[in-house]
């Protein structure tokens, strides 16, 4: 009896992570498999890091270093053992020449011609991590700027956010999901670790921000420090008006992981404004702020800092802060106009023409 081979039909059912970023290779002329393995480092990390996230109140790596980090915060012992890991996985990939972590104040510059800088928060969400509530992972990479035959340099790193050649998070939520770009062009696309075999498949192709929200994420407990400008636009928000469908929901985690994932899937606005404690915004500009944008634009969303693009903005410090506003592209220009506007708050203010 003949038998013969049929190619399965084009599906996107059980497209593995690496059939993804092989996928996305081939569309890519000139490549040399040198960004796709640096992905699959970081997809090897992110699970060697979720099985010690999944067993952090039995593996007694819940509970504090007893260190501080560069920015001051005690570090946890998942911050520690997530950048240990990321670190380790990614130096031995040897795809590197510098490694920009949240945990470590100087960068990681690596000999051995590696063409790729990773800006990266190994663990986002801190706070949250002793009372079980979503954590998560950032990373950015961009082309070295360096000549290949030396080490890297931290100036590998200061690149604006329009030199990111991808980005991407993770959750260790409900699920464990990857979230990835290397541009619009390609589109970003969530991946869901199945634990049973330890693989990440694709779940939420092409995820397009909608083009306005309902729900509103900040942390109202910093309403006190504020500019009138944003405690204005809150106050809009929360007015009732059918027309323009306010009052909009409040939603905040306090990992931005969580509430940047449910902004870009569902719509909206999350933002983390400057206010008199942090006047440079709270946020970080290469590992936090620059990722989350380059996700947000590629899904045709937005991203700013209420005073410019967050992509465009040129880094000086490897730790900067930056204001940070993200969402549906109808939800940040209502933030802008706020912004822009300034000034002493109208009583019942309409919003601005
Ligand atoms: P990290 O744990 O990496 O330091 O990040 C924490 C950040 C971010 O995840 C979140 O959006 C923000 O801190 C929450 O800050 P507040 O607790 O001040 O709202
Ligand atoms: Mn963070
Ligand atoms: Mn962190």
New binding site residues.
Partial sequence: MQTSWRAAPPSTVGISLEAHISQQMEMSPGATGHFTSLLYQIALAAKLVDAQVRQAGLADVLGYTGDVNV?G?RVQKLDTMANDTFITVIQRGQRACAIGS?ELEDPILLPGGGRYAVAM?P?????NIDCNIS?GTIFGIYRRKSDPSVPGTLDDLLQPGTSLRAAGYLIYGSSTMLVYSTGPKFGVHGFTLDPNIGEFFLSHENIKVPQRGSTYSV?E??TARWDEATRAWVEYLKQEDKETKRPYGAR?V????A?AHRTLVKGGIFA?PADRKSPQG??RLLY?ANPMAFIFEAAGGRATSGKERILDIAPHQLHQRTPLIIGSPDDVATFERFAQEGGPVAETRAEPA
Wanted: net charge negative; charged share 30%.
């Fill in positions: 920015q915060e949240e928060d663990l986002d969400g801190s706070s954590i942390n407990g910093n905040y306090g990992s931005l992981v509430d983390y709270k946020l936090e």
